[in-house]
């Protein structure tokens, strides 16, 4: 079973350009999330996608903005890039907003699977 | 102020060693806490994840405990190999209107060095 995909892998701006990122989630997975991870730094959650619709947003500028398509799969668009946008970017996915953790039955763990990321360059 | 402090910053162990890395939270309401491994560059690999009522949970050689009341986590790593080196991150989650996602509170993790 495949896991999350993000593309592209690297991508080098310049600033004031946008970028645009992508990530497919696991196979019936419903939920997206978007973490940026700078030079060092630890994941600031950047933004949830269930269903389609945004769920929470972290605390970026406007100009993060994306979007879940119907199939799940979903982007990430930064407008007039700046050079503390260069980060990782790392989507992960997980099954339906609404599961409960049940221990150790395993059932609906809510657990979340990371793609590899993206790793953006803002020159 | 719903916060996840991680400790030590980073470590430095030599291959074959036993180590512990510890997390402190004030996250509340809890509703569980999730260790996850980051190799450079690399998307994180979920480790353990624990919810109130489980106190201790292994995964091969990691072994993470949970003291609820203290709000304190550690993961233990046994006998440790070269490919152990990464950076341990520990994730809390709050509850949220019956969803345990949506709101994640991430430690900034432990970088682990492990030499042979």
Same mark, same amino acid.
């Given at each position: 079973? !495949?896991? *999350?995909?993000?593309?592209?892998? +690297? ?17 019936? +997975? ?15 959650? =950047? =933004? ?25 799969? $979903?982007?990430?668009?930064?407008? !007039? =890039? ?19 953790? *049940?221990?150790? $039955? ?15 360059? *803002? =020159? | #102020? ?17 180590? /512990? ?9 809890? &509703? ?15 480790? /353990?994840?624990?919810?109130? &009522?489980?106190? /201790? #949970? ?5 072994? %993470? ?7 304190? &986590? ?19 989650? %709050? ?14 993790? /432990? ?6």
């Amino acid at each position: 079973e !495949a896991g *999350v995909t993000q593309s592209p892998t +690297h991508l080098i701006k310049t600033r004031g350009q946008q970028a645009t990122l992508r990530c497919s989630p696991i196979s019936g +997975h419903t939920s997206v999330y978007w973490y940026q991870q700078a030079l060092g730094l630890g994941l600031q959650f =950047l =933004l949830w996608y269930d269903e389609g619709e945004e769920r929470n947003r972290g605390n970026f500028p406007p100009r993060f903005s994306g979007r879940q398509f119907p199939n799940y799969s $979903s982007e990430l668009n930064v407008n !007039a =890039l700046e050079l503390e946008d260069s980060a990782l970017y790392l989507c992960a996915s997980s099954p339906a907003s609404s599961g409960r953790i *049940v221990g150790t $039955s395993g059932r609906s763990t809510g657990e979340l699977f990371f793609g590899e990321g993206s790793r953006l360059t *803002v =020159l | #102020k719903n916060q996840v402090e991680q400790s030590p910053q980073s470590l430095i162990i030599l291959e074959g060693k036993n180590c /512990t890395l510890q997390c402190n939270y004030t996250v509340s309401p809890f &509703s569980n806490l999730r260790w996850y491994k980051q190799d450079t560059g690399r998307g994180p690999v979920s480790l /353990t994840i624990m919810t109130f &009522s489980e106190n /201790t #949970k292994s995964n091969g050689r990691y072994t %993470a405990t949970l003291d609820a009341d203290t709000k304190q &986590s550690s993961l233990h790593i046994t006998a440790s190999q070269l490919s152990d080196s990464a950076s341990y991150i520990c994730v809390v989650s %709050a509850t949220r209107r019956g969803s345990t996602l949506g709101r994640l509170y991430f430690g900034r993790g /432990t970088q682990l060095t492990v030499w042979p």
